[in-house]
């Protein structure tokens, strides 16, 4: 697959393409979606992207970039850009225990970085994702433009969107757009809508349970002492057993939040901001650093779905990444990186299956040819299924589809299973304890903490029971 060089030349009149069906219409310019645009058209696929905000778009979340993310970022081209902006640096990691224990483990670089990672507010990352998807060729933007539902062909199978949006001159038929609302049809729709995803919903898959969700918030603080390169995780009894998090921005503000699992914050039966404000107010180390700083703007939330959590990504049509797909690190939070990762690998596997659609075309063989129209009655979901198989639509199967699915669970569920178990760990207040005790009073553990850090294999440490055995030895 090349990324580089476009070889199918589009009309260079946008208002020529919406005759067109697309190859990929992708629903949300957030990372996932970005991603998977970009990759898609650089390899020549015809994309049409779509979102409902208007850009710059706000985003409530950490806004730490990790290694993970800075290699995609890279390969998009927009570091040089991300760098530009007044950033914070990251470099390592301060955890703090809930009986008050300190440690700082130094994070490793990221590859042809200065630094591990940074923290940047997500307004300026996606707008930076959304100016490199709208300057590529091959990439239709409409935006605002908000999906409702699905259509369907007559076996169920996704065929385009329907939603409300500003006028984008005419429709895939040729037929005046109406100025609130319409239609667009691809081979594939890429939902990469976020968690609150319109697209799984048009599907009937089923909601992130809560225990697979965090309730997150945040907000910027002014005036912050103490903030270093660290990014830095308090496990304290306030917030216990959610956690909170203070990253310095480099703009002389820190991000300052709280991540709860959704089941417990129902039990808890607390405001989030109530718990979070009492932390700053009442911790001894937050309340000292705390004592000058003022909130600028509010304190946002947001759910994020996690990657403990097994959702189906792929089906006849369509394929979800991101949130969409509930792939977030559920002992971090961290959702960007693989929201990048899953955009591309999703671009790979629908463009080796467009390739094989049209080789089976050329061949005269496989389902579904765009001569020959599918009558079978429409089955169930929430799509809109009146229209029948166009000559012109051609949805690109699951089997086709299913490499994208497969590759997300060889490339990021390993990663994602390992911090699955770390979180359950990080609940119980004693090992908490335990762990950061021991990393902060013995080099020769704090070392075995960067490695698990550094090293996806290392990580498998903490599903070992001999690694507790060590902790609990003096
Ligand atoms: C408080 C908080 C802190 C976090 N901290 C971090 C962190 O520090 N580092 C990190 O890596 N991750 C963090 N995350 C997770 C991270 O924000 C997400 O994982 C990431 O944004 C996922 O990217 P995405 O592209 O899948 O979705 P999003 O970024 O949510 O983008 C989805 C896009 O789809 C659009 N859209 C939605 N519905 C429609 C529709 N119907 N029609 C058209 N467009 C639509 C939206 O406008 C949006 O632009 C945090 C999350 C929260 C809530």
Partial sequence: MDYTTPDKPLADNPAEMDFCLYDAIVVGSGPAGSACAIFLARAGRKVLLLDKAEYPREKVCGDAISGKSIHVLRELGILPKLEAQAHGVINGLMMVSPDGKEVVVPFPKATGMGCAGYCLRRKQTDEALNEAAKAEKNI??????????????????????KGDGKPAGMDDRGNAQNASSGEYRARVVVGADGSGSVVSRSLGLAGVPPEHAFMAIRGYWRGV???????????IDEVLPGYLWVFPMGDGTANVGLGILNSDIKKRN???????????????????????AKL??????????????KKQNSGDGWVLCGDAASLVDPFSGEGVGNALASGKLAAQAIDEALEKQMEE???GSGA???????TAPPQGGDGDSSQSLDADTWALDASSLKPYSERIEKELRPELEMSYKLQ???RLRFLLNLFIGKAASKPEFRQMLVDMLANDKEKERVADPLFYLKLLLP
């Avoid at 933007?141 to 065929?159: C, E, H, W, Y």
């Fill in 140 to 161: 239709t933007f409409v935006g605002p433009f908000s999906v409702q539902t699905l259509l369907r062909d007559g076996k169920n199978a996704v065929i385009g969107v």
């Fill in 225 to 235: 002492g103490g903030l270093s390169e660290n990014i830095e995780l308090f496990f």
């Fill in 270 to 292: 607390e405001h989030p901001n109530k718990i979070l404000l009492n932390a700053l107010a009442k911790h001894p180390i937050l309340s000292k650093r705390f004592a000058n």
């Fill in 296 to 309: 600028e703007g509010n304190i946002g939330a947001w759910t994020i779905p996690n990657g403990s959590y």
């Fill in 361 to 363: 075309k050329l061949n």
């Fill in 368 to 374: 579904g040819s765009p001569d020959e129209p599918d």
């Fill in 424 to 426: 359950r760990a990080s």
